[in-house]
């Protein structure tokens, strides 16, 4: 099959796509969904994800977990030791749209946003860590973002890594019928929890360069197109 871009950023493969196409892959850092609805759509599939919701709601929720009865409140200060990512563009991508803050701070501020339980990295090598599910086509690449600097681990002093397939191999995401995605993960114990779902994932300056050539990275996404929307492959 023929298949063009349509996307708002540059990658290392888009020079392999057909420039005249009926078909389109559309990668747009607006594709999507919001926020709010990646965390329920994540849930729906069965994937484990932080507490998350609007602020105020959140904060009872949480409230009631440290919290010995409506007066304790007065006297222990626990709501400033839990944390919440308030998303401020609920539309945002890469590192954008959101901080970290305080659950009082949340409360006082920014009762009526959307905002997640924050995860503590679970290593003190790192100032953050996560994982990436990075799925192209029938491919599926593991990497490790760390951050030396920053409690985003794709900001700040960024280092980019492969995860083994062994330590990965039995992990199985289900649901999801698209050719090209990434689900980002925080670890707490021995637990994955999916902080992000994005349909249009950058490979530019990661270790995927190296794995794949560009024309695998297309190919593969036309293959899984092909099989999704039954189109003929000639």
């Given at each position: 099959?023929?298949?063009?871009?349509?996307?708002d950023?540059?990658?290392y493969y888009?020079?392999w796509?057909?420039?005249?196409?009926e078909?389109t892959?559309?990668?747009?850092?607006?594709?999507?969904?919001?926020?709010i609805e990646?965390?329920?759509?994540?849930?729906l599939?069965?994937i484990?994800?932080?507490?998350?919701?609007?602020?105020?709601?959140?904060?009872k929720?949480?409230a009631?977990q440290?919290?010995?009865?409506k007066?304790a409140?007065k006297?222990?200060?626990?709501?400033?030791?839990?944390?919440l990512?308030?998303?401020t563009d609920?539309?945002a991508?890469?590192g954008?749209?959101?901080?970290?803050?305080?659950?009082?701070e949340?409360r006082?501020?920014?009762?009526g946003h959307f905002?997640?339980?924050?995860i503590?990295?679970?290593?003190?090598?790192?100032?953050?860590?996560s994982?990436?599910l990075?799925?192209?086509?029938?491919?599926?690449?593991w990497?490790?973002y760390?951050?030396?600097?920053?409690?985003?681990?794709?900001?700040?002093?960024?280092?980019i890594?492969l995860?083994?397939?062994?330590?990965?191999r039995?992990?199985?995401?289900?649901?999801?019928r698209?050719p090209?995605?990434?689900?980002d993960y925080v670890t707490?114990?021995?637990?994955?929890?999916?902080v992000?779902?994005?349909?249009?994932?950058g490979?530019?300056?990661?270790?995927?360069?190296?794995?794949?050539?560009?024309?695998?990275?297309?190919?593969?996404?036309?293959?899984?197109?092909?099989?999704i929307?039954?189109?003929?492959?000639?």
């Amino acid at each position: 099959m023929k298949l063009k871009l349509n996307s708002d950023f540059h990658d290392y493969y888009d020079a392999w796509f057909d420039l005249d196409a009926e078909y389109t892959l559309s990668r747009r850092m607006t594709d999507g969904p919001n926020k709010i609805e990646a965390f329920k759509l994540l849930n729906l599939m069965g994937i484990k994800t932080p507490k998350y919701g609007m602020v105020a709601e959140l904060y009872k929720d949480l409230a009631s977990q440290f919290y010995d009865g409506k007066e304790a409140i007065k006297k222990v200060g626990y709501d400033k030791v839990v944390e919440l990512v308030v998303y401020t563009d609920i539309n945002a991508h890469a590192g954008e749209g959101k901080i970290k803050v305080t659950l009082e701070e949340a409360r006082e501020k920014y009762p009526g946003h959307f905002a997640v339980q924050y995860i503590p990295n679970d290593t003190r090598v790192f100032a953050s860590r996560s994982e990436r599910l990075l799925q192209i086509g029938s491919r599926r690449i593991w990497l490790e973002y760390t951050s030396a600097d920053n409690w985003q681990s794709n900001c700040g002093d960024v280092n980019i890594t492969l995860i083994p397939t062994d330590t990965t191999r039995t992990f199985k995401i289900r649901g999801i019928r698209l050719p090209f995605f990434a689900i980002d993960y925080v670890t707490s114990g021995h637990d994955r929890l999916a902080v992000d779902l994005n349909v249009s994932p950058g490979l530019r300056g990661t270790p995927v360069q190296q794995q794949l050539k560009a024309q695998d990275i297309v190919d593969l996404i036309k293959d899984r197109m092909v099989d999704i929307y039954n189109i003929p492959r000639f």
